[in-house]
């Protein structure tokens, strides 16, 4: 376990990673941080800033300047990132000027923090540098890799808080990135059991929620060494929602615990939207290559290219969904650069469904979700490229049509891999019926293609829906009263389905059906997500779980579009 | 009788041995058993002494239950030996009438069925007062005698007789003179020139449709045993005969086609497929007989007229047949002069009517020379730009899996056409053949010399086909978008399923099915059995086994994009020209 935890410490890129975990570990050891790392303050040499535990007497104040990986010569003094320099600092401007005036007479210990060893070469210089300027009121601690380890190890994941066999699925899961789907097996059981033992302890979930962010931290990092982020990013998401549940009985009250927590949670979004972000860079550059990303795939079946590019699709619309998210709760100026970024995927995902015709039409029905998470990210970074989605959709509904009229390639309502890989030739209407029994995709087209006036699309679902799938019971799938206590962990089947929807030719008829049913209901505002203004932890646990996207996001807009394009038509006959 | 005590193959048989075997009912397992003695066994010399000598009466196995039972291959052996008894048999012509008779009838619809009367026709010859009194009998009207008249009459060899008996008389008598005529040879003009004036006085108004199907084949009989081609007059009388095409005229004509090559010519040729015009598909005997008739037709210079023929049939909504009705006629065409095969593949496709479009992919289907794939050179075929264009979309939608096929189309028509419409085909040559058979296809424009019209298109394509796949290398390994173990497992499992039933299904469709016993090897590469011969010793066998295999490159679309793939192929094979 040690060595998975000095091999993380050490793999960390950034001076950065190290500083987001410190000031949990040092709070779980008993530590009061006073001070956190900031990007754009002047720190003075100074990272992370505590008061010792208080069972430790004297009280001491910690000063920590982090530095990544190994401490050689180069990271000892060269440069102004250095960490000698940042000890002067420490020495001439932090320590005479910036300790709280409760802790100024304390003796203050200088912490040099780096994740990994300290060089044979730089020793000598070091321990002189310390024989130098140690007083009586200061001292220096050396916190290598090895020390962070075993203060992890003997903190937030001592043996009491996580007993052996989840310290078994958490080494596991980290054992077997390369195999993500199994990583997540373990990871999934570990995220379980931690929630299980916390839930009815404030602490309990606090130290649980770090745990959390701690493994997918672990994970990340190991997963970036082995050039596979498939694992840590589905732990993430796991993660938030798990550190959701933990959070839900806090959330609206003062207490330490809603603090912490929100604490953990906000940390969580950011690694969750890096490893998001770096996933998704990395595929990035082939979005506009033909075909490329469908060969990367390295499957001889036409089902795993599907659904892979499928859920690519869906992730790069949750990004979008963090993007937007982070615009409106924390308008400021990189306002712009976000708006850039969304700018930019948005064009990245429209280059690469323009690219990969296997996003023209899903091979499951589930696969919905992921159209809607890109059609509602399309939505909020401001609808541009409309055009291009607009093709995008019309043909989806040529593919639809084409393929449900020769009953051949056609979205099959099951989830299950083994029915969708199974899919035969057989045409006969039992076989077609039973895989065409229920769809949330036309709905979904008819919505959006409502939305944007798509006239010759809609005429073609509702006579292919008149003609061919009287069978095929039309729905949307929304929240009810009991979503929120299940949507995040899917512990069981939940909400409600909105059934036998009108395919019309104009579509409205079903938006507006929709969207009174989402104003009479008013269980999608209930959630306790959507309350607290994380509505994207919902769109996170509608693609996690492969559940629709629930219409009361997106419904609004669409009949706004609706209707103004109703009033244009009114304005133009009676014209 | 126990299978230990008959007398071992072609060891001597005394006719007491024969005697036996015939009064215990085994005399019919004994033929089985020495099936394979050749010249004079001793069984069958056994078998006629005791007939003619008159302790057994061979004609008796008929009625025997074991005579019933025999069926298949066993069946024919039995008849074989019965066959080179009947010449030597004493029998009256009543007698012989019904055993031969009773053999033809066993013999059902196979085409062996017959055999007896060839033995028959031998057993009049040789003491022609038979065959007088047969022919008598069938004039008084005995209905065996006028059926096998024909027989008769052809051992007699009286061409005089025969017309005579077919210009007096009428019905089934008639139709087995005129059958008994067809077969006897003419050893001249002139008498060939009396048999078709009988012939023609024959065909009135009112003749029936048995019987001007059987002046069509006596007539195409006559001269194809003389090897003279059809005169006018018996051109004419073909075309009387043949007006009201009738099925039974229909396969008359049919039959007529096929096996005739000498003698064909053109005129022939238009008469007798114009009459087939009014084939019915139903009647997939003669269906079977034009198949032939046409693949005859390739390989006697009327190739043409058999494409053109075909064209029309095909294209009728009232007929129901594919080209795969028409191996025969496919394999000819696919064998044969490959500028025939280029004319039929642009006519056919240039049409754009599903049957003939399907047709041209079913005659190509197991075409190849040698390992590589067939090539088809239709710069040749008069197309227009557009022609051409259409052509080259075609031949993508029924050759997509044979790719060098339509690419080989394709290259041969853009050498002749102009920039612009060259430039379009080039786009269809790179997408979406190159971009599905990077192997085949570049490899097959790999070969174009410098010299062909298309070789800077090529290169254009080649250049094309090189930046895609480097597109598709630069992408390398994302971890992130393989499928999960557990998926591919899954996948793994259903294929292993999928090839385990196609494998079933072609051995089920293997010709060997059901011929030869089917042994398993579990372990080694080589296997050693052991055979009885027929001296009744062992022998070893040892039989080293090789790898048989066939590749096919698997487009690549069908697993980035089956449906686009599925879509496309739908457009190009039901588009039509504007």
């Known amino acids: 376990m040690k060595l998975i935890i000095r091999e993380y410490l050490s793999s960390l890129r950034e001076r950065e990673e190290l500083d987001a975990i410190l000031p949990d570990l040092l709070s779980e050891l008993g530590y009061t941080v006073y001070s956190r790392p900031a990007r754009g303050t002047v720190q003075h040499g100074v990272d992370i800033a505590a008061i010792s535990p208080s069972g430790e007497e004297p009280s001491k104040v910690y000063l920590f300047s982090v530095k990544r990986g190994d401490l050689t010569r180069a990271e000892w003094n060269n440069g102004t990132q250095a960490l000698r320099p940042s000890l002067d600092e420490i020495r001439d401007a932090y320590i005479p000027t910036r300790i709280p005036a409760e802790y100024a007479g304390l003796n203050i210990v200088i912490c040099l923090c780096f994740g990994g060893d300290m060089q044979e070469q730089v020793r000598a210089a070091v321990t002189g540098y310390i024989s130098q300027n140690t007083t009586d009121r200061i001292s220096f601690e050396e916190w290598n890799g090895d020390k962070i380890a075993g203060l992890l190890l003997g903190g937030v994941l001592r043996e009491e808080v996580l007993p052996r066999p989840l310290r078994a699925n958490f080494q596991k899961a980290v054992a077997l990135l390369d195999e993500p789907d199994v990583a997540y097996r373990h990871f999934a059981r570990l995220a379980a059991q931690l929630r299980a033992a916390a839930q009815n302890n404030d602490r309990a979930r606090v130290r649980a929620a770090r745990q959390l962010y701690l493994a997918v931290w672990v994970m990340y990092v190991w997963g970036r060494d082995l050039d596979n982020l498939e694992a840590p990013y589905q732990a993430s998401e796991l993660a938030l929602l798990t550190v959701w549940e933990l959070l839900k009985p806090a959330i609206g009250s003062d207490s330490a615990t809603n603090t912490d927590l929100t604490s953990v949670l906000t940390q969580l979004i950011g690694v969750h939207f890096t490893i998001a972000a770096e996933l998704l860079e990395k595929i990035a550059p082939f979005m506009g290559t033909r075909d490329a990303l469908a060969v990367a795939v390295q499957s001889r079946t036409a089902v795993d290219v599907n659904l892979k590019l499928f859920d690519l699709l869906g992730r790069i619309g949750l990004v979008g969904g963090w993007l937007h998210w982070m615009n409106q709760r924390a308008p400021s100026e990189s306002n712009n650069e976000r708006q850039a970024q969304l700018d930019r995927w948005r064009g990245l995902a429209l280059t690469m469904i323009e690219n990969n015709p296997a996003l023209w039409l899903p091979v499951a029905d589930h696969e919905t979700t992921d159209i809607a998470l890109f059609l509602l990210f399309w939505l909020v970074s401001g609808a541009g490229d409309g055009q291009r989605v607009a093709v995008w959709l019309e043909s989806m509904v040529d593919r639809l049509n084409f393929t449900m009229r020769t009953r051949s390639g056609y979205p099959s309502s099951s989830s299950d891999y083994r029915d969708l890989i199974h899919r035969t030739a057989d045409r006969s209407d039992a076989y077609f019926e039973e895989h065409t029994a229920g769809s949330t995709l036309i709905p979904t087209l008819t919505a959006w293609a409502a939305a944007m006036g798509l006239t010759p699309s809609l005429e073609t679902l509702s006579k292919l829906v008149a003609e061919k799938l009287g069978h095929c019971t039309m729905q949307l799938w929304s929240t009810a009263t009991d979503s929120d206590a299940n949507l995040y962990t899917n512990e069981h089947n939940h909400g409600r389905a909105l059934c036998d929807l009108p395919i019309t030719a104009t579509g409205r008829e079903l938006v507006a059906m929709v969207a009174e049913d989402c104003k009479t209901d008013q269980s999608w505002s209930d959630l306790s997500a959507v309350q607290a203004g994380f509505e994207p932890i919902v769109l996170l646990a509608c693609r996690h779980w492969r559940v629709p996207l629930p219409p009361d996001i997106y419904i609004g807009p669409v009949k706004s579009a609706v209707e103004r394009d109703l009033a244009n038509e009114e304005q133009a006959s009676g014209a | ?578």
């Open chain 2, 1 to 578: 009788m126990d299978d230990d005590s008959t007398p071992e193959l072609n060891e001597a048989l005394t006719v007491e041995d024969g005697f036996r075997l015939f009064a215990d009912h085994t005399f019919l397992s004994a033929i089985e058993k020495r099936r394979s003695s050749e010249g004079d066994p001793p069984l069958l010399t056994a078998a006629i002494d005791l007939h003619n000598s008159g302790r057994i009466c061979l004609f008796d196995v008929v009625l025997w239950p074991e005579w019933a039972a025999l069926a298949g291959h066993t069946f024919f052996t039995v008849q074989h030996f019965l066959d080179k008894a009947i010449p030597r048999l004493k029998a009256t012509p009543e007698e012989m009438m019904m055993f031969v008779t009773a053999l033809v009838a066993k013999g059902g619809n196979d085409g062996f069925a017959n055999q007896p009367n060839v033995a028959f026709i031998e057993w009049c010859r040789r003491d022609l007062e038979r065959a007088k009194a047969i022919v008598s009998k069938a004039e008084a009207g005995h209905p065996l005698a006028i059926d096998h008249q024909s027989f008769a009459l052809r051992a007699l060899g009286d061409l005089q007789l025969a017309r005579s008996i077919v210009l007096s008389s009428d019905g089934l008598r008639r139709l087995s003179a005129v059958a008994g005529l067809a077969r006897i040879p003419h050893p001249n003009a002139e008498e060939l020139e009396a048999t078709v004036a009988a012939l023609a006085r024959i065909i009135t108004g009112d003749a029936d449709d048995q019987l001007r199907a059987s002046v069509v084949d006596a007539t195409v009989n006559a001269f194809a045993s003389a090897k003279a081609k059809l005169t006018d007059a018996a051109l004419a009388a073909l075309v009387s005969a043949l007006d009201g095409g009738s099925d039974i005229a229909v396969h008359s004509a049919a039959q007529s086609l096929f096996g005739n090559g000498e003698i064909l010519s053109a005129q022939l040729v238009t008469i007798l497929l114009a009459a087939l015009r009014h084939l019915n598909p139903a009647n997939k005997g003669t269906v079977n007989f034009v198949d032939l008739g046409l693949a005859d037709l390739v390989g006697h210079g009327f190739g043409t007229q058999a494409v053109e023929f075909l064209s029309d049939l095909l294209s009728r909504p009232d007929i129901d047949l594919s080209v795969g009705e028409f191996d025969s006629f496919s394999h000819s065409l696919v064998a044969g002069d490959r500028k025939l095969l280029c004319g039929l593949t642009a006519r056919w496709l240039l049409s754009g009517v599903a049957a003939l479009c399907q047709g041209t992919q079913e005659i190509l289907s197991g075409a190849t020379t040698g390992e590589k794939s067939i090539t088809l050179d239709l710069s040749g075929e008069g197309l227009t730009d557009e022609e051409a264009y259409f052509v080259g979309r075609k031949a993508i939608g029924f050759f997509f899996m044979k790719p060098v096929v339509a690419a080989s189309i394709l290259v041969s028509l853009i050498g002749g056409a102009s920039s612009e419409w060259a430039d379009a085909m080039q786009d269809l040559l790179f997408e979406p053949l190159l971009v599905n058979y990077g192997g085949t296809i570049n490899d097959y424009l790999l070969e174009i010399p410098e010299g062909d019209p298309a070789y800077q298109h090529v290169q254009h394509v080649l250049a094309r086909g090189e930046a895609y796949l480097e597109g598709l290398r630069s992408v390398g390994a994302i971890k992130e978008l393989h499928p999960s173990e557990q998926n591919r497992l899954l996948e793994r499992i259903r294929f292993s399923e999928q090839m385990r039933e196609a494998m079933k299904g072609a051995r089920k469709k293997s010709v060997f099915h059901g011929l030869f016993k089917k042994s398993i090897m579990l372990y080694g590469n080589r296997s050693v059995s052991f055979i009885e011969g027929p001296d009744g010793d062992r022998q070893r066998f040892e039989m080293e086994l090789h790898p048989l295999g066939v590749t096919h490159e698997w487009p690549r679309i069908e697993t980035i994009d089956p449906v686009g793939l599925q879509e496309m192929l739908f457009t190009l094979r039901v588009e039509q020209r504007r």
